[in-house]
């Protein structure tokens, strides 16, 4: 239970500079998640909570306190490696027993029991206790490795893809797990995943990193619906969000925005909406990005008014639910459609945006400028900040 | 058809492995037959004699070959001693740290075992006398550091790469300090190869002639240079010489076929890396 804080952390190896700056502030009982590309620094952030890997500059804080000098021992923190760590030489039980059976965290023999139970019940694992880690699959080593956590009141949880190697099933129901268990544990949990579900569920707030920088934190609402930039955007969502290049004009009454498809200029009407009209106006603004989710764009197999016509790419199932992908030329566009349709490769299709809710990027600095409904947002993010 | 032609190859295989063990072996079985000759016996080449156990009594009974086999002990195993003491914290360093020319410090230290013996067993005998090493139990330990200290560390090494560093770190994060993790977590995993290692380094020290035969000379006299006492200025008693060998032999025979199994594995399985 405690307070980290990062104080403008940097961390090179060799010439790749894996963090450049990273400040962020994880508070008492949050779940925080680190979320980002492969190769961002994700869990080089996680070992230099963890006093593993030594910061060449920044400061490490623990409820305020400075650990930069704090050997990784000492720190009281449970980790949970993405490649396990298991010891190989001892049992799923002796395993998880290692941290209360170390001479700084000594605990007694039946308590050690009880804990490792209760640990065994959580995962699901209860008849894997006496095996060695080489008997196991790697879902079930995964479990044993955040077995190993749980069994101890740390100061913080880090967290490194703990669910990556899990089947589908049990992956979504120990997202659950986690995030009640977190919840009644009362411990500060650092969480590093690539897996925007696995942020979007259970990130009391989400930190974006990339190439060793914190892009944006807050929570999942609101980087979702008002992400800082095109980065952020494409990160959270699946399908990807639609980034489409528009030219604005008209006036103050009405502003449309012209997209090329295929060649011919479209031009798709902008509803009117106080702040993205205010926003234009003030920025004078003619060319814009607008993000528009998949889920935001409508279709037609006939012509139909005020949709354009593209022509497939692609229609591929993702579960429940299918994905379309109509070539504009230059780009593409996502959308999502039902499954079982019969669409076929190079058939025309014809496109709706609803660009009332689109997402206006700079074209140029490719940051978040304004949405449509923002006000909306702004409430909802500052409404889970409360909680 | 096929199953003819690979039953044909097994023959044939089987035939030469068994030309090569009795080229192998036969040397021994003679050398083992003649420790039970007596002196007038021992130029037979019939496999009739009389058996008798009089070189035995004379080898082991009334000669010092006992204290032969002591120093022997004495100095391979504190060679191979030294060598974990020393080889084991020198493998996790080469294995796990970046320090300037780490590989050329290794390859250095392989290097050792290509030279030939003889090459630099002069000069250190002048070295050896100048600093009164010569013809001490520490002079030849430190000798044989050449015969068991690149094979340990190499072996270890290559174990040590196969422990996958974040193992360390859960055990750092779990509360351990360096040293209990080195002999709680790592040592156990090491351990086949250490074991080979050791085992396969204290054979090589224990046959070593060379170092001891210049050396050494009377106060520190391992076995394998004492067998050449046997052979007399005026007479040559082979069948005590053979005797003295066959019983130098057995240690070694002993302890390889105890872990055969791991000698093995053990030396493969760490340095072959897929």
Known sequence: MARIELENIKKAFGKVQALDGVTFEVKDKEFFVLFGPAGAGKTTILNCIAGIAMPEEGVVKFDGEVMNLTDPA?????????????????????????????????????????????????MKMENLLERLPSQLSNGQKQRVAMGRALVRTPNV??????????????????????????????????????????????????????EGKIVQIGTSDEIYYMPCNEFTASLMGDPEINIIEAEISGSADEYTADIRVNGDTVTVPLPKDGAVYEKIDDM??????????????????????????????????????????AECGAYQIRMIAPNGLNVAIDSDVYIRLETDH?????????????????????????????? | MKDNKQKALNIVMNILLIIYAVFALFPLLWMILI????????????????????NYQEVLLRSDYASYIIDSVIVSGGAVLVSIIVGVPAAYALARYQF?????????????????????????????????????????IWVYQLISLPLLIWVVRGYFEDISVEIEYAAQVDGYSWYQIFFKMLVPLIKPGLVSSALLAFIFAWNSFTFPLILSSNKVYPVTVAIMKYLGTDSAHYGQLAVASTVSALPAVIFALCIQKHLVRGLSFGAVKG
Do not use: W
């Open chain 1, 74 to 122: 000492h720190r009281n923190v449970a980790m949970v490696f993405e490649n396990y760590a298991l010891y190989p030489q001892m049992t799923v039980y002796d395993n998880m027993a290692s941290a209360l059976r170390s001479k700084l965290y000594k605990t007694d023999e039946a308590e050690i029991k009880e804990r490792i139970q209760r640990a065994a019940k959580i």
């Open chain 1, 284 to 325: 004078g603004l003619k060319r814009a990005h607008l993000g528009i989710r998949p889920q935001n764009v409508k279709y037609a197999f006939e012509p139909t008014d005020g949709y354009f016509k593209t022509t497939v790419y692609s229609y591929e199932s993702i579960g429940n639910k299918s994905v379309i992908v």
């Open chain 1, 157 to 210: 949880f880090l967290m490194d893809e703990p669910l990556a190697h899990l089947d589908a099933k049990l992956r979504n129901s120990m997202r659950t797990e986690l995030k009640e268990m977190q919840a009644n544990l009362g411990t500060t949990c650092i969480y590093v995943t690539h897996d925007f579900m696995e942020a979007m569920a259970l990130g009391d707030r989400i930190a974006i990193i990339k």
């Open chain 2, 100 to 140: 300037p020319r780490k590989e050329d410090l290794a390859f250095q230290i392989l290097s050792y075992k290509f030279a030939p013996e003889i090459l630099v067993v002069l000069p250190l005998f002048m070295i050896y006398q100048k600093i009164g090493l010569y013809d001490s139990y520490v002079g030849l």
């Open chain 2, 35 to 54: 420790s039970f000759k007596s002196d007038t016996e021992v130029f037979s080449t019939t496999f009739l004699f009389h058996p008798t156990l009089a």
């Open chain 1, 358 to 387: 689109a997402i206006f990027f700079d074209s140029e600095t490719k940051k978040y400028i304004v949405r449509y409904d923002e006000a909306t947002y702004v409430a909802l993010a500052a409404s889970e900040m409360e909680e």
